[in-house]
C-alpha cells in the first residue's frame, strides 16, 4: 500500500527548496520503492526546462496529482516501481536524450538532472 501524505505533510513538502526537494525525493522514492509521474492517453508528460525536455517526477502521487490542471486536465499519476525506473526508464529517457525535472512545483521545474545522476543518488540511498 502507498505512503498517503496529509494535508499538514503536503503543506510543509511544497514550501522547499528545489534542493531540499530533491533531497527529500531521493530519499522517498528509496524508503517507497517509486516513483510518480503524470501521463495521458498520448504517455507520458513532458516538460520544458533549462533548455532541456524533461519528464517531471514526483516522490508522491498527491504531489503529481497537484499538476494535473489546465492543459495536463486529463493527466493522471501513475507510479512506477523503483526497480523498473532503474532498470529500464534511466537507460530508455538516457536514450532518447531526455531530462528529469525532480519534483516541480509551481515556481519551477525543481532540480534539472539527468538520468544516469538520479540513478546515481537513488543508488547511493538504497545502499545507506
Avoid at 496529509?6 to 520503492?33: C, G, I, M, S, W
Avoid at 517526477?57 to 516501481?81: F, K
Avoid at 528529469?100 to 532540480?111: H, L, N, Y
Wanted: overall charge negative; some cysteine.
Amino acid at each position: 500500500m502507498e505512503y498517503q501524505l496529509n494535508q499538514d505533510e503536503l503543506n510543509k513538502l511544497v514550501q522547499l527548496t528545489p534542493e531540499q526537494r530533491y533531497e527529500y525525493f531521493v530519499h522517498a522514492a528509496a524508503d517507497l520503492d517509486a516513483i510518480w509521474i503524470l501521463v495521458d492517453d498520448e504517455g507520458f508528460v513532458l516538460v520544458s526546462a533549462e533548455d532541456e525536455r524533461c519528464i517531471p517526477v514526483w516522490p508522491h502521487a498527491e504531489l503529481a496529482e497537484l499538476w494535473i490542471d489546465g492543459e495536463w486536465s486529463e493527466c493522471q499519476a501513475q507510479s512506477i516501481p523503483l526497480a523498473t525506473w532503474l532498470e529500464k526508464w534511466t537507460s530508455g529517457l538516457q536514450g532518447d536524450e531526455l531530462a528529469i525535472a525532480v519534483f516541480p512545483d509551481a515556481e519551477g521545474p525543481g532540480v534539472v538532472v539527468n538520468p544516469l545522476e538520479l540513478e546515481e543518488a537513488l543508488q547511493a540511498e538504497l545502499s545507506d
